[in-house]
């Protein structure tokens, strides 16, 4: 049967007189069963050639075992994780890079040590010594990064640990005349001492309570060295420490100077957080993390003690940077302990993802970017800074770096939703629904009833209904006899019928009980003069009741 | 240097910094969010209220409420940035100190942009005469900001002890799911808190410029102080806050007179250890056992 | 049964939600009228809570049809559990939930208070505790106790008070007895017995169906996340099917 114009239908019972020429007349036309059995039954996911993933390219030949092999010193980490496997489908080959993180990283670093050859002329002493402060900028925020994120510790006093060692380190140069190279040293030793003191609350205080109690001890130490005068209140900062860098140098040649050793303290923070976070200490507090300390605790892990050796040597190093801060700065100014500070560099870690080194590097990037090369922009700048805080807070979960999983997470979520909330009424069975059933027939009959409805539903049409009003008994088009063949055949449950109230001049609609005993129930009030006008009545709402399903 | 004038001077910022603090303190319990922006807060109203004394009038009473409903409208703004769009999203408490403080930082850079660096002096609002009270003179300034501090608050707690509204907040600080079950829109009673707090940040800033001046970033200092006080008295509870602001203003006053002004952070800063090292959840844990339950 | 002559509270129709990839209801259709008195009845993890809180719009996603009083309160809808419960509990729905879910500092007075927190409600509020109170005598000598100190039957008695105190049309009760001795428990269905409904409708879930047995209009009982079977009370259950 197709959807041609007017079909003809030919009489079956002529076949018992072939003399005769059939009996034809036109009918209803109706699209063919066919068509919905070929679109249920097609084919719909999506094929890709076969053999490759999209988006993951897979190095060709052998060789996986040989990067499983090689190790470096000191650690007993491979250079790239690299897995080699054959193809399943075309039996090829094939090597995957699984974590291209090194990669990304060394190329990032060539970058870095290279930038300085395609700094425009203009503006060489701006962009560098902006570069020089994003290298010490990067390393605090990395050790900063150790204690919001492996410790869990929100400390906000971070700079202020920068800060008391710079200070303390320049002091003691100018009292006692050091060498340049003691002050990371002294720095360290000093942000030992530091995180010591405002250590110890963090073993009893948990989350903001130690937030804000930092916040009280960055406010102390700035109140304390603008008032103080043996730390330079009059000149605005105590400056005075000596340089590292060769006095002989040049203007150019000291930017670039100090641009590697700023770059080469980033590398040495970026060294620390490995160490710390990848290996023992970072793993323990990654099996405690927010929330589950009791069971973490229960399980034997003491991550109180694990976390406070992060924080003191988070803070050590944190010194040791403070030191330097202190000999390429020529001393220490109060603005590092100024809230600005704080909220510029919150607004660092926060940007990138809190709890992942690049994290810290890339939001430290954009930040000092805008904050030191874009001064043009005047206190726009900060606010350009605050903003893309508030978006990041507001949109992302885990910063720039996150948005991958994030994406990735939220289309999962929203997948098994759909999946989840597709199911029709009266449709197929979901698998919660099907283990439930004890009758697994039923599970194949709802699927086949299903397609069977959707082939129904486009028979309806309002030619096939004007026929049924027309002609509710008698002969039927192909159409209307295969509808009324399905609703006959229904269970007894709620199956619409008439009932005669008073032959010829009443009848009206109920639904069967489907329980013997029980009575029918009235289904509407309307009572029909004729029975055709309450076959045709009957026949309406099964329709509707089909199309509704 | 006197004792008397030094009391009174510590009682009048214990006022003041109290009203930050329960301000700070109704935020956290009732929404469970660390309003860093409160410092944006009391600069946008001392500037509110400074705009009102030049523009409309100096009037005490235009002053200050110029300076209250500006604080409201910086409470709403905070609201509807920091609040409203994450309150339901995961990690909410760390996003929103978070969003605070980018709030913070780009309001106080605002300010700083329209209303240049230079300090603005409100009008005095209390006139200048002097009262003297059981031999101890004090001045006008200290005792009306006192007086109406102490009044506003007591008509606050007032209101959240006895009316609909204050039994929504509260029932929020207690229960947030339970408060919607009951009936409470969390979003609406959010910008009734913030509007409130707001409000109490405003008025406070008003009362401060009778001593300081109003400038861009003349409120860190405050909601540093206020957060200390909210610290001590335990987040969440106004009886723990005013407690707290008072042990915060005695040993203000003690300190100066006994050791001089630049040892008062570092004994305040050893006193919140010390408080919190003996209860980490402030003075409050002491006052109700039930809130721990 | 017919009922075409009674209003309905209640009319769930094509109901499905869950939480997540996690489909708890599917496709339920349940009609409560005014005055009715209904006992759900099920084990656990078979939707009886997920239930209630789709029709309150607590659950993590749903779609289909609640028509509450007439108004649609429930929509396709895929995030923000809790962001509209407020607004369907204006509408006239009381939930007391699972867990009492009580305020732990307010006292026992305020905690009533703030279950009649809807503005019709809170005019007459004085006159609803006396009726509390006639309903759980024991609460009258507790009324300035922080709920925080009571014990967990006294704490029930004040949730479900909670619940009773408002303006509402349909009292959704979960669980009632969970978790409480068996003899206080009894105590508490019976004091849900007790209450007048006037042309409210109450919908108690239990899983102890000797507690509902014969008392109520009618027993639902509930299976993997659909009704299955009902019978009225004067039936008994021998109606109930599976």
């Known amino acids: 049967m197709t959807d041609t114009a007017q079909p003809i239908w030919i009489d079956p019972t002529d076949c018992l007189y072939p003399e005769n020429a059939a009996r034809e007349a036109p009918t209803n036309p109706h699209l063919s069963h066919q068509t919905t059995w070929n679109e249920t039954r097609a084919f719909k996911p999506r094929m890709h050639p076969v053999g490759r993933l999209r988006y993951y390219y897979k190095w060709p030949g052998h060789g996986g075992r ?187 040649p000291r930017l670039l100077f100090g641009y590697y050793a700023s770059l080469a303290l980033m590398l040495f923070a970026l060294a620390v957080y490995r160490f710390i976070d990848g290996r023992r200490l970072g793993r323990v507090l990654r099996m405690a993390p927010e929330k589950r300390e009791a069971f973490a605790q229960a399980c034997g892990v003491d991550f109180i003690r694990a976390r406070i050796m992060v924080f003191l040597i988070s803070s050590t190093a944190l010194g040791f940077i403070g030191g330097f801060y202190a000999i390429h700065f020529g001393g220490a100014s109060p603005n590092l302990f100024s809230f600005d500070t704080v909220l510029l560099s919150l607004a660092m870690l926060v940007i990138g993802g809190i709890g992942r080194s690049e994290g810290a590097v890339a939001g430290t990037a954009i930040v000092v970017f805008i904050d030191r090369v874009l001064i043009d922009l005047g206190p726009l700048r900060y606010m350009l800074i605050g903003a893309i805080m508030l978006a990041v807070v507001l949109f992302l979960r885990e910063g720039l770096f996150g948005i991958k999983r994030q994406f990735r997470t939220w289309r999962d979520k929203k997948k098994s939703e759909r999946r989840a909330t597709r199911a029709e009424k009266g449709g197929e069975m979901l698998p919660e629904e099907a283990t439930e059933t004890a009758d697994k027939d039923q599970i194949f009959f709802r699927r086949f009833d299903k397609m069977q409805r959707d082939f129904l539903k486009r028979l309806v049409t309002d030619t096939v209904i004007e026929e049924h009003r027309t002609r509710p008994l008698g002969q039927h088009s192909e159409a209307l006899e295969r509808l009324l063949i399905y609703f006959r055949r229904q269970g007894q449950v709620d199956k619409y019928a008439i009932m005669v109230l008073e032959e010829f001049k009443a009848y009206r609609i109920v639904a069967l009980s489907g329980h013997r005993g029980t009575a029918p129930r009235v289904v509407e009030d309307s009572l029909y003069p004729t029975p055709d006008e309450a076959y045709h009545a009957l026949f309406l709402r099964r329709v509707q009741d089909l199309l509704e399903t | 240097m006197n004792w008397s004038f030094v009391l009174s001077n510590a009682i009048t910022l214990a006022c003041i910094y109290g009203t930050l ?126 007086a109406s501090a102490i009044v506003l608050l007591t008509l606050i707690l007032l209101w959240m002890r006895s009316s609909r509204r204050g039994l929504e907040i509260r029932a929020m600080m207690m229960n947030p799911h339970a408060a919607s079950i009951v009936g409470i829109g969390v979003r609406r009673t959010g910008f009734y808190v913030m509007a409130l707090t707001g409000s109490l940040a405003g008025l406070a800033s008003v009362l401060l410029a009778q001593t300081y001046y109003v400038a861009p970033f003349s409120g860190i200092t405050p909601m540093v102080k206020g957060l200390s006080i909210a610290l001590v008295g335990g987040l969440g509870s106004v009886p723990g806050a005013v407690i707290g602001a008072v042990l915060i203003g005695l040993n203000e006053a003690l300190t100066s007179t006994l050791l001089g002004g630049q040892y008062v952070l570092i004994t305040q800063f050893l006193l919140i250890i010390v408080v919190l090292l003996v209860r980490p959840r402030g003075i409050a844990g002491l006052l109700d056992k039930a809130r721990e339950a | 049964m017919s009922g075409a002559d009674k209003t309905a509270v209640l009319d769930v129709r094509g109901l499905s939600a869950g939480w997540g990839p996690l489909r708890v209801i599917h496709d339920l259709d349940l009609t409560v009228f005014a005055g009715e008195r209904i006992g759900l009845v099920g084990l656990n993890g078979h939707g009886k809570s997920t239930l209630f809180q789709a029709i309150a719009g607590l659950t993590g996603w749903q779609r289909g049809s609640i028509l509450l009083n007439g108004f649609e309160v429930g929509r396709t809808r895929s995030q923000g559990p809790g962001r509209y419960t407020h607004q369907i509990v204006r509408r006239g729905l009381a939930l007391i939930p699972q867990g009492d879910e009580i305020f732990h500092g307010l006292t026992v007075e305020e905690h009533l208070d ?85 042309s409210s409708a109450m919908v108690i879930a239990e899983q102890n169906l000797a507690l509902l047995e014969g008392r109520v209009d009618r027993i639902i009982g509930m299976h993997a996340g659909k009704l299955k079977g009902e019978a009225s009370a004067s039936k008994g259950l021998m109606g109930v099917h599976r």
């Not at chain 1, 002294?186 to 205080?205: D, E, K, N, S, W």
């Not at chain 2, 995961?90 to 850079?109: D, E, K, V």
């Open chain 1, 66 to 252: 040989l990067w499983w092999r090689k190790r470096y010193w000191p650690t007993r980490r491979r250079f790239l994780q690299i897995r080699g496997e054959y193809n399943p489908k075309t039996m090829r080959r094939e090597k995957t890079i699984v974590d291209k993180r090194p990669i990304w990283w060394i190329l990032g670093f060539i970058a870095l040590v290279l930038g300085p050859a395609v700094v425009p002329a203009a503006s060489w002493n701006t962009v560098m010594s902006a570069a020089a402060v994003f290298g010490i900028y990067a390393a605090i925020n990395l050790c900063w990064m150790l204690i919001i994120g492996t410790a869990g510790i929100f400390s906000l006093a971070s700079y202020a640990v920068v800060g008391a060692a710079a200070y303390g380190t320049t002091y003691l140069a100018i009292q006692l005349g050091l060498p340049w190279w003691m002050l990371p040293l002294v720095g360290a030793a000093i942000g030992l001492a530091f995180g010591l003191i405002i250590g110890l609350p963090a073993m009893r205080l948990d989350g903001f309570y130690y937030a804000l109690l930092t916040l009280g001890v960055v406010e102390l130490c700035r109140v304390y060295v603008v008032q103080s005068r043996e730390f330079g209140s009059a000149t605005g900062g105590l400056y005075g420490a000596p340089s590292y860098l060769p006095a002989s140098l040049g203007q150019m």
């Open chain 3, 114 to 198: 703030s279950g009649a927190y809807t503005k019709r409600a809170w005019k007459e509020r004085a006159s609803r505790k006396i009726k509390i109170l006639q309903i759980f005598p024991p609460l009258d000598k507790l009324m300035g106790t922080p709920v925080g100190r009571l014990s967990g039957g006294e704490r029930r008695m004040v949730a479900i008070g909670r619940g009773l105190m408002a303006d509402a049309d349909l009292f959704l009760v979960d669980e009632p007895s969970l978790g409480l001795a068996p003899k206080i428990g009894k105590s508490v269905v019976d004091a849900l017995m007790a209450v007048e409904l006037g």
């Open chain 2, 21 to 146: 603090a329960i301000g700070i303190s109704l935020t956290w319990s009732s929404l469970g969010l660390v309003n860093m922006a409160f410092g944006f807060i009391f600069a946008l109203s001392g500037y509110g209220a400074w705009l009102a004394s030049i523009n409309i009038g100096a009037q005490p009473a235009i002053v200050m409420a110029a300076g209250i409903l500006t604080g409201a409208f910086g409470g709403l703004i905070v609201c509807l940035l920091a609040f409203i769009p994450i309150h339901d999203k995961p990690n909410f408490p760390l996003r929103a100190l978070i969003a605070t403080l980018a709030i913070s930082l780009i309001g106080n850079q605002a300010l700083l942009w329209y209303f240049g660096p230079r300090a603005k002096s409100l009008p005095r609002l209390f006139g200048s005469w002097n009262a003297d009270i059981f031999g101890v003179i004090v001045t006008s300034d200290k005792l009306g900001a006192s």
